[in-house]
Nanobody, 125 residues
Framework: QLQLVGSGGGSVLPGGSLRLSCVAS????????ISWIRQAPGEEREWVSC????????FFADAVKGRFAISRDVAKNTVYHQMDSLEPEDAAICCC??????????????????WGRGTQVTVSS
């Protein structure tokens, strides 16, 4: 079965860190550009970051530059989303998605070949 599964969300204090994981089954992450997209309550979905299929390029939304990182473990077919210095504004449901055509910074599920299950990130004191 072809699917992406996101996990690793949780609740942290402002300034805290979380690492999200996106595990692929049935597809190789080396063939796709992997993005993370988030949606806060009452807000539009927001593209956050992308790792190119080659693993050589990384792109980030301005709101998270310098605080978030994206990486992968090819052997585990997993992409990681490290989030540091979290702020209350980062609270959202986060999803990973696979794009065959590049890091196009898309926000909607229909624009991706595969869309993973979301994981909740809560940042609150």
């Amino acid at each position: 079965q072809l699917q992406l599964v996101g996990s690793g969300g949780g609740s942290v204090l402002p300034g805290g860190s979380l690492r999200l994981s996106c595990v692929a089954s049935g597809i190789s992450l080396e063939r796709y550009d992997i993005s993370w997209i988030r949606q806060a309550p009452g807000e539009e979905r927001e593209w956050v970051s992308c790792l190119s299929s080659s693993g050589g390029s990384r792109f980030f939304a301005d709101a998270v530059k310098g605080r978030f990182a994206i990486s992968r473990d090819v052997a585990k077919n997993t992409v990681y989303h490290q989030m540091d210095s979290l702020e209350p504004e980062d609270a959202a449901i986060c999803c990973c998605a696979a794009d065959f055509y590049g890091c196009r910074r898309k926000r909607h599920q229909f624009e991706y070949e595969y869309w993973g299950r979301g994981t909740q990130v809560t940042v609150s004191s």
